[in-house]
């Protein structure tokens, strides 16, 4: 196995850069799992639809499985008390109240000890506590009064007090880097899932973004299960795969939890004969994760480093639904895990040709 075995070929003018209007009026490429066609008797492996017709590729009794992480305003822009210096806080995970994990940029512009003020805003001052053992993440704190001469910091989205809530205050959406634009008040909105409940995710589980109420309603009438679990999409994501060989690469880990409720009506589905439907790659992990057998999870509350790689034997998932993902990276290997490397990238050769909209704003994919 080669990371260049997952390799194509993408014009840059397909790289979307802002969301649609309307969510579920993305197109969609139906993808029959494996290389034969479908059960419909249609032996063309492909079908371009719109994202609501899932309606139709869908039935009643089946779940579909999403993942309610909600994206924080991780980058906040500061200076160095010292020199006026511009650094940029990016926030990767909360430690308690007061503390949390970050990345800084440029590194060298803040070791240990150095104190922040953020851009703009002189009296709310975040210090550098210490390096963590990856070298890439530092420790920062909120120091006192903890308030901004503007009044008390408040709060709307469960981050909770203290440095969450200048995050929440200052804090801009942090947008993949290919979209190669700075963030807008509007992606706080169209940059999430519209049932993201639980802050921590430092990128969107973008398969998600393609829902609308009307469209999780009108699956509910149809007879088809909702389960909500939450993995913390972080930094990870962002990282490519560096190793020639896939299998040697140090995939990072994030956090994740499936409640005993969540655990309970997924293996129910499976009871009543009904498809477990991932909505997206983080969803997939999740569940692989907490798989014990064929068919089978148990609820977990813990941290995954799971790597999907072809060929891989998939316990806790029938269906997938998701984005289409950057050459070489980690994304694109368990999509192609869960079909195969053959049909994966003839489909986007596919979706190439026909012109969709990729990455995070772009259109969508359904393996079934």
């Avoid at 308030?147 to 709060?155: F, M, N, R, V």
């Amino acid at each position: 196995m080669h990371v260049n075995d997952f390799d194509y070929e993408l014009p840059p003018g397909l790289i979307a850069k802002e969301p649609l209007a309307q969510r579920d009026g993305c197109r969609l490429l139906h993808v029959k799992r494996g290389t034969g066609g479908g059960s419909d008797g249609d032996l063309r492996p492909y079908n371009h639809l719109i994202f609501k017709d899932i309606l139709g590729l869908v039935r009643a009794g089946d779940r579909l499985v999403f993942n309610d992480t909600k994206v924080i305003p991780a980058r906040v822009f500061c200076r160095k008390d010292a020199t006026g210096a511009a650094v940029e806080l990016f926030f990767t995970e909360r430690v308690n109240d007061n503390s949390w994990k970050a990345l800084v940029k440029p590194a060298k512009r803040a070791p240990a000890g150095t104190v922040l003020s953020v851009d703009g805003h002189p009296d709310v001052k975040i210090r550098v506590d210490g390096v963590l053992a990856d070298g890439y993440e530092r420790t920062v704190s909120l120091l006192p009064p903890g308030q901004s001469s503007e009044g008390p910091l408040g709060l709307d989205d469960g981050l909770t007090g203290g440095l969450g809530a200048v995050i929440d205050r200052y804090g801009h959406i942090p947008l993949p880097h290919y979209i190669e634009r700075e963030d807008a008040e509007a992606d706080r909105e169209t940059y999430q899932t519209v049932y993201a409940a639980t802050p921590g995710a430092v990128a969107a589980p973008t398969a998600g973004l393609h829902f609308t109420d009307g469209l999780l309603d009108d699956l509910t009438a149809l007879g088809v299960d909702k389960t909500f679990l939450t993995l913390h999409v972080g930094i990870g994501t962002f990282r490519p795969v560096q190793a020639d060989d896939p299998r040697q690469h140090d995939i990072h880990e994030e956090r994740f939890e499936l409640t005993e409720r969540a655990a309970d009506e997924i293996n129910d589905t499976w009871g009543r004969g009904g498809r477990v439907i991932a909505v997206g790659t983080t969803v997939v992990r999740t569940l692989e994760s907490c798989a014990v057998s064929h068919h089978k999870v148990a609820p977990k509350s813990s941290r995954t480093k799971l790597m999907i790689l072809p060929p891989y034997d998939f316990k806790a998932v029938d269906g997938l639904i998701t984005n289409f993902h950057l050459p070489k990276s980690t994304l694109l290997m368990l999509v192609s895990a869960f079909s195969s490397r053959e049909t994966i990238l003839g489909a986007y050769q596919e979706a190439i040709a026909q012109k969709y909209r990729f990455y995070s704003y772009g259109d969508a994919m359904i393996i079934i």
